[in-house]
């Protein structure tokens, strides 16, 4: 029986700000994303994600929406946006975009409205008083308007929260859905899924959501194979499942994976965990290892606590790059061969570092002002792309770019890891292409060998062993189709991934 394509597939995210720069501003955009998809092509991904790319004042990156029918005229116009969905289409590739909709942006049509019409305020979340909610981003998640009422904002200010109490809301977003899908789009990555609803506790996971996504599936399904992605961050598992019911959302992001730490018992807990969850509603599970909100995973691993948490508590903590690139490189390998999709954030495939030295002045996340600075925020993983020669902008497009490069990025660029067998982006080509043959969608058989060792074998009979003890372990017998490290004979060494088959 022949698979929908999102139950196995690698989606490739790009960070649109920061990919590559078309029109030499320094700020990446449709025409330098259009250029660059043969690159996309060969890395071997079968779908992108896109960040928002709406008009928008750009206080969250993007995530402050202020028309969800246009395209920022910093990333260029709808038309591009439409033949840049139908370039990646004629590759092969598919076309995911983010839908943000828990809250817009004060410079949207509707929240000029509200401040200068009260009686339109029913949208949003306006109250005579405030409560005690404190924003995700830091401060309160109140802001007072001129006649005195107060608006709430889970996250920045300038991110007034919709009421999806309001049937106006509801018709919006349907119909938002429609205009894109009309549009090629292949499918949504829903942000903040869980938060939409509120009441006078809480402000998420309330029961009313999940007939909004049961709506949005039948939408979905109308066109055919699109799909619908939550950012649904719950650490309860059977709370997190309901999203992922089969009339409700395709998948989510593992964020359990992604928070993990390099730590052979905790990681084979949260596999088991994540297998035990989506097995039995059919969902395929999904590995992500990083996106544009946390520490890039070269510096996580490096570090002597390779958790993630919220909060930048670890930011500026030594990390060895060495050791951080070893265990990214057998970190990717385990992903990829895992039963479901997986997820890749542009730049992981170049290995890139968390950028911690950017200066202050630089610094653009709200989470970094809100916070009086003691959240260093999120812009060290955002910093545009390396592509080519020597110094900054290393091929991007215009200088000065938008966030700036490290000096020392040559040797990251693409073009400079291209043919080099032993380069990050190499292992990713090999082990995405490897992937499409071999992996994706099903099950898998856990292997025997020892407690500080994860392996497993797939359908397809592929072998994926990766050791995390200091001690070298006998390879189980078969062929070595890759492995993130060296090998010495018939033994992998600590922090490497092989692939037998
Ligand atoms: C999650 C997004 O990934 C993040 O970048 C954004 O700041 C928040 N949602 C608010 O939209």
Known sequence: MSQAWWRGAAIYQVYLRSFADGNGDGVGDL????????????????????NPWYPSPMADGGYDVADYRGIEPVFGTLEEAERFIADAHELGIKVIIDVVPNHSSTESAWFKEAL?????RERFWFRDEPNDWQSIFGGPAWTQVADGQWYLHLFAPEQPDFNWDSPEVHADFENVLRFWFERGVDGFRVDSAALLFKDAERWEDLDPVHDVYRRWREIADEYGDRILIGEVWLPDQERFARYLRPDELHTAFNFDFLSCPWEPAELRRVIELTLATHTPIGAPPTWVLSNHDVTRPVTRYGRADTTFAHGGALHGTPSDPELGTRRARAAALLAMALPGCVYVYQGEELGLPEVEDLPDAARQDPMYARSGGANRGRDGCRVPLPWSGESAPFGFGGHPTWLPQPADWAPMTAKAQTGDPGSMLSLYRTALRLRHELLGDGTLTWLPMGPRVLAFTRDSGLTCVTNLGPDPVPLPPGEILLASGPLTGDRILQDTTAWLI
């Not at 025409?31 to 896109?50: S, T």
């Not at 200068?116 to 339109?120: G, H, L, S, V, W």
């Open 31 to 50: 025409a330098g994303l259009r250029g660059r998809l043969p690159y996309l092509k060969d890395l071997g991904v079968d779908a992108i994600w896109l």
């Open 116 to 120: 200068t019409a009260p009686e339109t």
